[in-house]
């Protein structure tokens, strides 16, 4: 069992929206330690994809996007494209088990 | 560009040990904090270690404390994670990674984003 919790799975048409959540506790999200994601296709290296909840690495188009409220954060993908069809993890620091936390994993299948 | 590349995993007998090294190129290894992150068959990342810039702190996953031990040799660009008392769980895809924030230490470091990561070294314990 991961400590962030990811939905197996998530899917859409091109062109359309989708959102990815990642709901921790208060021992990590909720206390406001940083949410990072990774894009990881099947059989490549993870990408980073957003760092500290909001922020793109260069090189990263504008269609992803990260918030964090609470004690759960979310990845936005706007404008689905049939290359967005990857894995996708949240990342964080819990203060229990003082080390670095990852999502299970959600899978994006787009239609 | 940055670039990282593990050295070959293996198969390796339960309770044997086997060493990972970390090749870096394109940037300054010392400026930064490595972490080596492991990824089973079908599951999600779990992290496994953490040195910090200089090396002189480290930090693991309760599921290897005491049997993995992480170290680097910033004047040959190079980072190693040496895993002793291997056991069946600890079969998974190794990564390593440079953590974003400069020069962090401790905590920091690891609430730090990880933006480059190696093409993976396959580890699979087995008799």
């Known amino acids: 069992q991961s400590v962030l919790t990811q939905p197996p799975s998530v899917s859409g048409a091109p062109g359309q929206r989708i959102t990815i959540s990642c709901t921790g506790s208060r021992s990590n999200i909720g206390i406001g330690y940083d949410v990072h994601w990774y894009q990881q296709i099947p059989g490549t290296t993870p990408k980073l994809l957003i760092y500290?909840?909001?922020n793109r690495p260069s090189g990263v188009p504008a269609r992803f996007s990260g918030s964090r409220s609470g004690t759960s954060a979310s990845l936005a993908i706007t404008g689905l494209q049939a290359e967005d069809e990857a894995d996708y993890f949240c990342q964080s620091y819990d203060s229990n088990l003082s080390g670095v936390v990852f999502g299970g994993g959600t899978r994006l299948t787009v239609l | 560009q940055v670039q990282l590349a593990e050295s070959e995993g293996g198969v390796v007998q339960p309770g044997k040990s086997l060493r990972l090294s970390c090749a870096a190129s394109g940037f300054i290894l010392s400026g930064y904090g490595m972490v080596w992150v492991r990824q089973a068959p079908g599951k999600g990342p779990e992290w496994v270690a953490l040195t910090s810039h200089d090396g002189t702190r480290k930090n693991y996953a309760d599921s290897v404390k005491g049997r993995f031990n992480i170290s680097r040799d910033n004047s040959k660009n190079e980072m190693y994670l040496q895993m002793n008392d291997l056991r069946a769980e600890d079969t998974a895809v190794y990564y390593c990674?440079?953590?974003?924030?400069?020069?962090?230490?401790?905590?920091?470091?690891?609430?730090?984003?990880?933006?480059?990561w190696g093409q993976g070294a396959p580890v699979t314990v087995s008799s």
């Open positions: 990674a440079k953590t974003y924030l400069k020069k962090c230490s401790g905590s920091s470091c690891l609430q730090s984003a990880f933006d480059h």
């Open positions: 500290d909840n909001n």
